[in-house]
């Protein structure tokens, strides 16, 4: 889709490098980027957005999807998924950027250690299998895990 991508960004100043190998390299990338983007609504779980945020990056994402609870008003914007909208909340990110915001950035991906959002996801579904109604489960016992 590189070709197709290239011609809709016409003369913008858009570069689609492809394929980055090593984490390395990932990760002065995002650090050298002004502002990521990731503004599909779809995004269930967000790595590209911590990765991002973990290298000082702010993010701009789509106001609803998993990556919105990511992005707080220290790391980041959001805004509807419609290319206006999105391009309203990078104009509104543009004049925070500096050393803070990069920080702020930074310490809000330390929230989500793998630990912590693991810990979270099990207790999540804890939660719900408690509230789910014992037919739905369909013969399977609940266990409780220590």
Known sequence: DKAELEEIA???PVFFHGFVDGRDEL????AAADISLSVCPAETFGL???EALAS???VV???RGGAHELVDATSGAWGAP???SLADAVERLAPNLGPDLRQAARARAEQYSWRRTVEQMLALHERLADK????SLRGFTRRKHA
């Open 48 to 50: 590209a957005v911590l």
């Open 61 to 63: 994402t789509s106001n």
């Open 10 to 12: 016409g003369d913008a």
């Open 82 to 84: 419609d290319p206006k």
């Open 56 to 58: 000082g990056t702010p």
């Open 132 to 135: 789910a109604p014992a037919r």
């Open 27 to 30: 990760a002065k990338r995002y």
